[in-house]
């Protein structure tokens, strides 16, 4: 199962932004909405608050113990909703169509993913759209730190054999530059917190710290567990860039 803590955590730090974006996404309200990669159904959730007794909403995930966590949230839901155990990659055929589909943070997931998308495009019933956000492990930085740590970090990280992909940006806009679809949508957007950093930021932070002591080197980790001892909350800042697409084939 995905570990639910982390990504409620995670959740719970981006609140604020993460009800905007679903807010923003319900606005020309699609009837029937597919998460992908749904998890414990977060995104879903934002969206049912979003919509109207109409909506349907299907998350799909290939984690069993996962769905049943998202089925049992999803009692309080007002809109309809069901869950599909799918391996997304190898039962592509087997997602339905929707007016709105959902790729959040799913991308480091795949391995072939212009074939992968140009399949999912056609799973897009007229009018609807494609809504992908992206995050990049490049382009995750907190502060303030030296220069030279910093690249050690970022380099040793680079090399790490993560079990999906961490940097995937490059590659989503190669294969749009392939498939050209058309884009309503192509930016790039920044979530930032300065220090201090509240309780729920601060919680979802020491776990990306944690995560990134496991994956580098000797040296890393102890230029990470000094940066934490000698840079107070106070004078901290955290920011992240995510790539945001919404296609409309
Ligand atoms: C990072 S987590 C949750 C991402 C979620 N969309 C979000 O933004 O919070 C990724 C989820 O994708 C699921 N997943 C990973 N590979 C998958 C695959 N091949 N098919 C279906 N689900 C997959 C995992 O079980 C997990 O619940």
């Given at each position: 199962?995905?570990n ?8 719970n ?102 074939s992968f998308?140009?399949?999912l ?14 995050y ?28 999906y ?28 917190r ?16 944690e ?13 990470l ?11 901290r800042?955290?920011f ?6 919404t296609?409309?084939?």
């Amino acid at each position: 199962m995905s570990n639910y803590n982390w990504l409620i955590t995670h959740h719970n730090a981006k609140i604020k932004e993460r009800r905007l974006f679903a807010k923003k996404i319900m606005e020309n309200n699609p009837s029937k909405i597919i998460d992908i990669g749904c998890g414990f159904g977060l995104w879903l959730e934002l969206l049912d608050k979003n919509s109207n007794n109409n909506t349907q909403l299907i998350g799909i995930d290939n984690d069993k113990k996962t769905l049943e966590k998202a089925t049992d949230r999803a009692k309080k839901w007002k809109s309809q909703s069901s869950f599909l155990h799918i391996n997304i990659e190898n039962q592509i055929d087997e997602i339905p169509k929707a007016d709105l589909i959902l790729m959040m943070n799913m991308y480091g997931y795949i391995k072939n993913i212009k074939s992968f998308t140009a399949k999912l495009l056609e799973k897009i019933l007229p009018n609807g759209r494609l809504v992908i956000k992206q995050y990049d492990g490049t382009v995750f930085k907190f502060g303030p730190m030296n220069y030279y740590d910093r690249q050690k970090i970022e380099n040793s990280l680079m090399i790490y054999k993560h079990d999906y992909t961490h940097y995937n940006i490059d590659r989503i806009w190669e294969t749009l530059n392939e498939l050209n679809p058309k884009l309503i949508d192509k930016r790039f957007e920044i979530f930032q917190r300065n220090g201090p950093f509240n309780r729920p930021f601060q919680k979802y932070f020491n776990n990306e710290i944690e995560w990134m002591k496991g994956k580098v080197s000797t040296e890393c980790k102890e230029i990470l567990s000094e940066w934490i001892k000698t840079v107070p909350n106070s004078k901290r800042y955290f920011f992240e860039t995510e790539l945001i697409l919404t296609i409309q084939p």
